[in-house]
């Protein structure tokens, strides 16, 4: 997929959440979706380092060699 291949998608937010997105968005003076963009790029490092259920399996040999 190319870096201008764009998809609608719907998304939903809390109120709170979405007023202090819609906030920064005028601060900035851009769109909701390049804030949203912008927080995944910056937030998506710090997420891949909390483990996902399927890396605590006790069962699986494998993933106690990962």
Not at 19 to 35: F, K, M, P
Not at 37 to 48: D, H, M, R, Y
Request: glycine share 0%; proline share 6%; hydrophobic share 40%.
């Amino acid at each position: 997929m190319s870096a201008n291949d764009a998809r609608k998608q719907s998304l939903y937010f809390p109120e709170d959440m979405l007023n202090e997105i819609q906030q920064q968005a005028q601060r900035l003076d851009r769109s909701l979706s390049w804030v949203v963009q912008q927080a995944w790029k910056i937030s998506k490092i710090e997420l891949k380092k909390i483990p996902s259920p399927n890396d605590m399996l006790d069962d699986d040999p494998a993933a106690a060699r990962r």
